[in-house]
C-alpha cells in the first residue's frame, strides 16, 4: 500500500483522535462575534472556504475565506486563521506578515517549530494528522470535522460513515471514466473543490468542482458517456437528471459529506494506479511550496 492509501485509511481513527481537542480548537476558531479571515493555498485553501461558511452559518460572526497569495489588508478582521500542514508555504507567511497589528493570528498546522509559530498568536498543532504523502488527505479532513464540532455541529456517525467510506465499491471503473465534476454546495463546494484537486494531483485527471446549481449555466455542455459527476452533501436531486441528459453517471451518496470526500480520495488512488501513475510522486508538486 502506497502512503497516499494509508494515510487514506488511517482518517477514520485520526478523527476520533481530532475530536477530542474539540474544546481548544473551539477557542481557537470559533470567537464569537469577532470578524474572521481564513486564509490558505492549495487544499488549504478550499479547507478555508469550507470552515468560513461552517463558522458563519452557525452563527459566530462574519467570516470570509481568501487565497494567500492574494491576501491584502484593505478589510478589517478581528481574527485571521492561517491553515497550513507544513508551516512553511511562502505565500501563507507573506500573507500573515501582512496582517495588520493587533490582529489576532490563529494557525492551524501539523508540524512543530516551523515558521509559522514565530507568525502566530495562537497554533493549533495537529501533528497527529500529518502526512508523509505531497497529495494532502487526513491533514484537510481533520481540520474541518475539528471546526465543525467546534461549531457545534454533532458528529457521532462520523467516524463510522468514514469506515464505511473506506469499505465501500467505488462508484465507478476507473477505466471507464476521463472526466470528472464534484458538485457541492454551502460548506460542501469546498470539498467539491478539494475532490477535484486530489484527482488532478495523484492521477493528472481531467477534474472540475463548481457549486452545484451553477453547474447547469455552462460547464454541463462538456459532460459526455465517460464523465462522472460527483455530488457532496445536499445537492438539488434535480441534477441528476440534467446530468443523464448529457449521457454522464450522477453520483451521490448518504454518508456525512467527509466520508464522501474519504471515497473521492480513494477514486482519486484507483484512477493513478490505473494509469500507471504513483499517487505518493504527484508531477511536478512537492509537500510545500517555499518560493526564492
Given at each position: ?76 478582521y ?28 490563529v ?75 464534484f ?39 462538456v ?30 451518496d ?8 474519504v ?30
Open positions: 500500500m502506497n502512503d497516499t492509501a494509508r494515510e487514506i485509511a488511517s482518517q477514520p481513527a485520526v478523527w476520533s483522535r481530532g475530536l477530542e481537542l474539540a474544546g481548544e480548537t473551539r477557542a481557537a476558531l470559533a470567537a464569537p462575534g469577532q470578524r474572521t479571515l481564513v486564509l490558505g493555498c492549495g487544499t488549504s485553501w478550499f479547507v478555508a472556504q469550507s470552515l468560513a461558511e461552517l463558522r458563519e452559518a452557525a452563527g459566530l460572526g462574519e467570516t470570509d475565506a481568501v487565497c494567500a497569495s492574494e491576501y491584502v489588508p484593505r478589510r478589517r478581528d481574527r485571521v486563521v492561517a491553515v497550513t500542514r507544513s508551516g512553511t508555504s511562502t505565500e501563507v507567511l507573506e500573507a500573515l506578515r501582512l496582517v495588520p497589528a493587533g490582529t489576532h493570528r494557525a492551524i498546522t501539523a508540524v512543530d517549530g516551523e515558521p509559522v509559530d514565530d507568525l502566530s498568536d495562537t497554533r493549533l498543532l495537529l501533528d497527529f494528522a500529518d502526512e508523509r504523502s505531497v497529495v494532502q488527505t487526513r491533514f484537510p479532513t481533520t481540520v474541518l470535522a475539528l471546526a465543525r464540532a467546534a461549531f457545534g455541529a454533532d458528529l457521532g456517525h462520523l467516524v463510522a460513515d468514514g469506515e464505511a467510506a473506506l469499505a465501500a465499491e467505488l462508484p465507478a471503473d476507473p477505466s471507464t471514466i476521463e472526466h470528472l465534476v458538485l457541492g454546495t454551502g460548506w460542501t463546494v469546498g470539498l467539491a473543490h478539494e475532490a477535484a484537486l486530489k484527482a488532478r494531483e495523484a492521477a493528472q485527471a481531467w477534474s472540475e468542482s463548481y457549486p452545484a446549481r451553477d453547474y447547469r449555466h455552462g460547464p454541463v455542455a459532460a459526455g458517456p465517460r464523465s462522472l459527476v460527483w455530488s457532496f452533501g445536499d445537492v438539488p436531486e434535480s441534477l441528476d437528471e440534467a446530468v443523464r441528459d448529457a449521457g454522464a453517471r450522477p453520483y451521490r448518504a454518508r456525512d459529506p467527509l466520508a464522501q470526500l471515497l473521492a480520495q480513494r477514486f482519486a488512488v484507483a484512477l493513478a494506479e490505473h494509469r500507471g501513475l504513483n499517487p505518493d510522486q504527484p508531477r511536478l508538486l512537492t509537500r510545500s511550496v517555499i518560493l526564492a
